[in-house]
T-cell receptor
């Protein structure tokens, strides 16, 4: 099936530092989504992107839909301890793909923030 | 507004036992999904139901069956549990269409011994 390559797999940072993670694919996507999963909970949607080049912010989070439509990145500024969790990218293939409608998820980035 | 509710939250099974994981959503969504989450593997789709009355295999369907009981409920059944099915299982729902993400339940942590 389709694969999204998410990196890095894990990050260990100090409180206050900025964080950057990204997802790439060999296929073109028409939607990119970023989710956060807190320990013991299900993923929760953070940001949704619908157009190539789109840059969207949600508080300290900023995400961009890559111009090629094959990648996306998420930045977290001035990290705090509650940012700890697993961050997933997800994409929906462009119309005409056999997986149209369903999301494909990256492997996740585990974020640890040291106070 | 409960969103997506999964039961049970935790379960321990012996190899060969069967069980059904329950999922219900109250958002009137047409599409529902079952995923499993394993360390380093992300979320892998087991089965999905695009609308009431339809179900389709996902990426890792072997060893599982599903039932879309009605628009609200989508259950996942393990007929003969195996240790390889030890995982965290998530149910999700959405409205079909290109602009919408999924809403996830809080998961069922299953251990098969």
């Amino acid at each position: 099936g389709q694969q999204l390559n998410q990196s890095p797999q894990s990050m260990f940072i100090q409180e206050g530092e900025d964080v950057s993670m990204n997802c790439t694919s060999s296929s073109i996507f028409n939607t990119w989504l970023w989710y956060k999963q807190d320990p013991g909970e299900g993923p929760v949607l953070l940001i949704a992107l619908y157009k190539a080049g789109e840059l969207t912010s949600n508080g300290r989070l900023t995400a961009q839909f890559g111009i090629t439509r094959k990648d996306s990145f998420l930045n977290i500024s001035a990290s705090i301890p509650s940012d700890v969790g697993i961050y997933f990218c997800a994409g929906r293939l462009a119309l005409g793909g056999t997986s149209y409608g369903k999301l494909t998820f990256g492997q996740g980035t585990i974020l640890t923030v040291h106070p | 507004n409960a969103g997506v509710t999964q039961t049970p939250k935790f379960q321990v099974l012996k190899t060969g036992q069967s069980m059904t994981l329950q999922c219900a959503q109250d958002m009137n969504h047409n599409s529902m999904y079952w995923y499993r989450q394993d360390p380093g593997m992300g979320l892998r789709l087991i089965y999905y139901s695009a609308s009431e009355g339809t179900t389709d295999k996902g990426e890792v369907p072997n060893g599982y069956n599903v039932s879309r009981l009605n628009k609200r409920e989508f259950s996942l059944r393990l007929e003969s549990a195996a240790p390889s099915q030890t995982s965290v299982y998530f149910c999700a729902s959405s409205e079909p269409g290109q602009g919408v993400g999924y809403t996830f339940g809080s998961g069922t942590r299953l251990t098969v011994v």
